[in-house]
């Protein structure tokens, strides 16, 4: 249990469906990141917040919509994706966002894109 | 940020000590050495950060040289739990985006 939550741990969506991953951080963290991690790929950072402020977005395609309505909440909006795009998404917390800082990761969601 | 280079794979048996070395040539002043473990199918988890010499804590050690331009994962005692990617980052305290890499896949079997 690291402090940082996700849900759902599983999902299942057609291209043209709408769902939303939620990550929550009982850290009192005031960095939050979404990563995602393809089979046999490492990790790729998607996006990053500071204080509910997006500070980076790794060229991440527009279908990936993320939100941060405060410090402890992060979603990720996930709309006519590809298959593509089935992977372990991973969101994290760290205290602020300095790379020397420990990260916190949640257990992931593991989505799959019919 | 600078780049590091490590082993891609490691074998070892359980209960023995597993050293992975991780090279950073280009390493800066203001730079920590830190190691991340991910078991599959779940994120990754810090295990030590370093900036000289050594450093231990309930898990592992980590050494250090003093040009500090590589560093050892040191793990003693290895367990079958223990098989996971073993990841090696440079990282500073400004803002910086970890880079993950390709990592060190430790087995340890029987």
């Known amino acids: 249990e690291t402090g940082v939550t996700q849900t759902p741990r599983h999902l299942v969506m057609g291209m043209t469906n709408k769902k939303s991953l939620k990550c929550e951080q009982h850290l009192g963290h005031n960095a939050m990141y979404w990563y995602k991690q393809s089979a046999k790929k490492p990790l790729e950072l998607m996006f990053v917040?500071?204080?509910?402020?997006?500070?980076e977005n790794n060229s991440v395609p527009s279908r990936f919509s993320p939100e941060c309505p405060n410090s402890s909440h992060l979603f990720l909006h996930l709309h006519t994706l590809q298959p593509e795009d089935s992977a372990l998404y991973l969101c994290a917390s760290s205290q602020e966002v300095r790379g020397s800082d420990e990260q916190f990761f949640g257990p992931g969601t593991r989505l799959t894109v019919l | 940020l600078a780049k590091t280079t490590q082993p891609i794979s490691m074998d070892s048996y359980e209960g023995q000590e597993v050293n992975i070395t991780c090279s950073h040539n280009?390493?800066?002043?203001?730079?920590?050495i830190t190691w991340y473990q991910q078991f599959p199918s779940q994120g990754p988890r810090f295990i030590i950060q370093?900036?000289?010499t050594k450093v231990t804590n309930e898990v592992a050690s980590l050494f250090i040289p003093a040009d500090r331009k590589s560093s050892t994962l040191s793990l003693p005692r290895v367990s079958l739990s223990d098989t996971a990617v073993y990841y090696c980052l440079v990282l500073n305290t400004g803002f910086q985006k970890l880079v993950f890499g390709t990592g060190t896949r430790l087995l340890v079997s029987p």
């Open positions: 370093g900036y000289k």
């Open positions: 917040y500071s204080l509910e402020e997006r500070v």
């Open positions: 280009n390493i800066a002043t203001n730079d920590y």
